[in-house]
């Protein structure tokens, strides 16, 4: 498990996956299951949205060196620096996903957020 205090597991999710890929961030959150709510919205938080295939994968090959040369761009987008979130903290955060997205897919396995407001 992985906290993202403060971190819109929707926006700021597809910015990382762009980041990363090198798609726009359009295209990131068109790709499957990108922010897909798979709780009820009736129901209200905490809600259960995915993230897509191509993020766990790009997460889990990435390299120490990818991470903190993402961690600065995804800090810098507006979503993240309007929360105060640092690049240590990007850098921190990116480690615990590459690493829980590495064991999702040794186990074949997806990722998920749970999401409470």
């Not at 906290?3 to 597991?9: A, G, Q, R, W």
């Not at 600065?72 to 921190?92: C, F, H, K, N, Y």
Request: charged letters at 20%; aromatic letters at 6%; hydrophobic letters at 45%.
């Amino acid at each position: 498990m992985v906290f993202l205090k403060n971190i819109d597991p929707v926006v700021a999710v597809a910015q990382l996956e762009a980041i990363m890929t090198g798609c726009s961030h359009e295209e990131a959150g068109e790709h499957p299951r990108s922010g897909q709510l798979l709780s009820e919205p009736e129901d209200g938080p905490p809600f259960v949205v995915s993230l897509s295939d191509t993020l766990t994968g790009a997460l889990a090959t990435a390299t120490q060196d990818d991470l903190v040369r993402f961690a600065g761009p995804w800090s810098m987008t507006d979503e993240l620096r309007q929360m105060g979130i640092s690049v240590e903290d990007t850098a921190a955060v990116l480690e615990a996903l590459a690493a829980l997205a590495q064991r999702a897919q040794a186990s074949d396995q997806r990722l998920y957020c749970w999401w409470a407001l």
